[in-house]
């Protein structure tokens, strides 16, 4: 197996001579350790426990739509890829813990969705109305509310705050 980096690994378990297992030991003894997505057309109790075993993000039988899996993707992409040391803090998105320098940061679940959903949209200016309706969607929440979570977050995480820039008349710019 070639050494690509890869953001997310969609493994079709019976596809190609070995089993789905044999790759996943082979990725495994990798440095770098994506999170990976099992695609299969027939699944039972041993495979998916194998699965569990080690450590599978998420899995499949087929018949499966685009958009489930791409859904899937999109979930596990955008966090990891955004979980390295070069932000100067790390996320685990299947936990949701976020830390600094090894320390764990306590986000409520809104402040994590707003970090989130500014590494999903990094590099693009967005709105506050795109930011309030995916978190809230048409619900009638207070102005100050979005703010006083993005100051928390912002307080306990410098080095978030410190690529978040305020755009003028267009709302935010995470950048990374």
Not at 32 to 38: A, H, L, N
Request: hydrophobic share 40%; net charge positive; glycine share 6%.
């Amino acid at each position: 197996m070639a050494a690509v980096p890869a953001d997310v690994v969609v493994l079709d378990y019976h596809l190609g001579s070995e089993d789905g297992h044999a790759f996943l030991d082979q990725l495994r003894g990798r440095a770098q350790k994506p999170p990976v997505i099992v695609v299969s057309g027939k699944l039972d109790v041993k495979m998916a426990s194998g699965f569990l075993k080690r450590q599978i993000h998420d899995f499949f039988e087929k018949p499966i739509t685009i958009a489930e899996l791409q859904k899937s993707i999109d979930r596990l992409a955008a966090p990891a890829s955004a979980s390295t040391n070069s932000l100067g803090y790390e996320i685990d998105p299947t936990t949701r813990k976020v830390s600094v320098d090894g320390k764990q940061i306590v986000l409520t679940p809104t402040e994590f969705e707003i970090l989130d959903f500014f590494i999903k949209n990094r590099r693009a200016q967005v709105t506050r109305n795109a930011i309030t309706n995916h978190l809230w969607g048409q619900k009638s929440v207070s102005r100050n509310a979005f703010d006083t979570h993005l100051l928390n977050l912002k307080k306990k995480l410098p080095p978030f705050a410190n690529r978040l820039t305020s755009v003028y008349g267009a709302g935010y710019c995470y950048e990374v």
